[in-house]
């Protein structure tokens, strides 16, 4: 039986060809392909859909191979070179399967038959590791609706919620084709952007995305590498200092984030400050070239605050690592921030700090508190990013 809905691969070829001859200028006219690294990714996997029916389709052909119905769960396995998909008495198997909901609804899928999210758009497997990653097919405007409610509280000021769409648009076109090798744009996490799919959408949200539609940070012609963070302490970080090998970019060079009465616009932030204790021996655990640990210090700190080399003496040897270095070792929730100062204990060191977050690029408290001083989305983005350009694509 033909596949009723195969123009849409028709569709999206035509779409896919004519990409230099008409431009994109809505979110709606984009496909996001999302790896759900973190939601479906199991050697067995579970399917169904929220309400209606839905097909399964050979994508190579766009012939409908069976249909399923709310309530009916299937299991997905990978065997030899096949996908096959069974319910009950009912199976369906090809080397490369596809579901889309037939009649309304949503497509589910988990990695338990109890555990099942519901997805906008259409689900498809690839095989990583051993083990079937899904990979869904959704277009720009619900990818972003479903992302922004998971990187800034939905009861934020409506100016803010709308920079953060502009970001999260900007940041999502920078890394299409990031993992091309496993057939997909973006995974559904950190280090991507948390994406939650259905459950996840609030008004909010949505209309700051439907308000911003299609604007995008550009620099010099290119869509800007527009990174967030949660907050900053008071200064932005210089893109290079924040991250381990990203190279300088004048956009992302670091800003002061304070008022006019110099108190930092982040100051809101639930535990703005924060304390921790290191041990000398979870420090030699962490690095254990350097021996027995002897000291810890800040050997050179950026002009923005930030920790830029942490030197770690041992009795084997004296390390020197970049403040992104040091964090990455020993974990974002043990150093929240690069803001910090390191006090001497009687078995180890108290860091006493700012911020959460790398710090790069647009503070998203300060951007609550510079929406809640009166500044609009596009003020915001400007403070944040200085040099760019807000345009439609």
């Given at each position: 039986m033909q596949h009723a809905l195969g123009t849409l691969w028709i569709g999206l070829l035509v779409l896919t060809i004519g990409l230099a001859e008409t431009p994109r200028t809505r979110d709606s006219d984009w496909l996001i392909r999302v790896g759900l690294e973190q939601a479906a990714w199991a050697k067995v996997l579970y399917i169904s859909v929220s309400e209606g029916?839905?097909?399964w389709v050979d994508p190579r052909t766009g012939a409908t191979?069976?249909?399923?119905?709310?309530?009916?769960?299937?299991?997905?396995?990978r065997e030899g070179r096949v996908y096959r998909a069974v319910s009950g008495q009912v199976r369906v198997q090809s080397e490369r399967l596809l579901v889309e909901p037939a009649e309304g609804g949503f497509v589910?899928?988990?990695?338990?038959?109890n555990a099942l999210r519901r997805y906008r758009g259409h689900l498809e497997w690839t095989e990583r590791d051993g083990k079937l990653l899904t990979i869904n097919w959704v277009r720009l405007d619900d990818y972003l609706k479903a992302t922004l409610p998971r990187e800034m509280p939905p009861n934020f000021h409506p100016e803010a919620l709308k920079a953060q769409a502009v970001a999260t648009r900007s940041f999502t076109f920078r890394r299409l084709n990031r993992y091309r090798q496993w057939g997909y744009?973006?995974?559904?996490?950190?280090?991507c952007q948390v994406y939650g799919g259905v459950e996840a959408e609030h008004p909010n949200t949505n209309a700051a995305v439907e308000a911003t539609a299609g604007e995008t940070l550009m620099y010099e012609g290119r869509v800007a590498e527009a990174v967030y963070s949660a907050s900053c302490g008071g200064h932005t970080a210089p893109i290079e200092v924040a991250m381990a090998g990203a190279r300088p970019l004048p956009y992302l060079a670091g800003v002061p984030d304070t008022d006019p009465s110099g108190k930092p616009y982040c100051s809101p932030a639930l535990n703005s400050g924060w304390e921790q204790t290191l041990t000398r021996e979870e420090l030699q655990r962490r690095f254990p070239q350097a021996g027995r640990i002897r000291a810890l210090r800040l050997a050179q700190r950026a002009a923005s605050g930030h920790a830029l080399q942490i030197e770690i003496q041992g009795d084997r040897a004296t390390l020197t690592l970049?403040?992104?270095?040091?964090?990455?070792?020993?974990?974002?929730?043990r150093l929240r921030s690069l803001r910090f100062e390191i006090q001497p204990q009687p078995d180890g060191w108290k860091l006493v700090?700012?911020?959460s977050g790398h710090g790069a690029g647009m503070c998203q408290w300060g951007a609550q508190g510079r929406a809640l001083a009166g500044q609009n989305y596009r003020q915001i983005l400007e403070a944040y990013y200085p040099g760019t350009?807000?345009?439609?694509?």
């Open positions: 029916r839905f097909r191979l069976s249909e399923g119905r709310a309530g009916q769960v299937w299991e997905l396995r589910m899928v988990g990695t338990a038959p744009d973006l995974c559904d996490h950190a280090p970049s403040g992104a270095e040091f964090r990455s070792a020993l974990g974002a929730t700090g700012c911020g350009t807000l345009q439609k694509l």
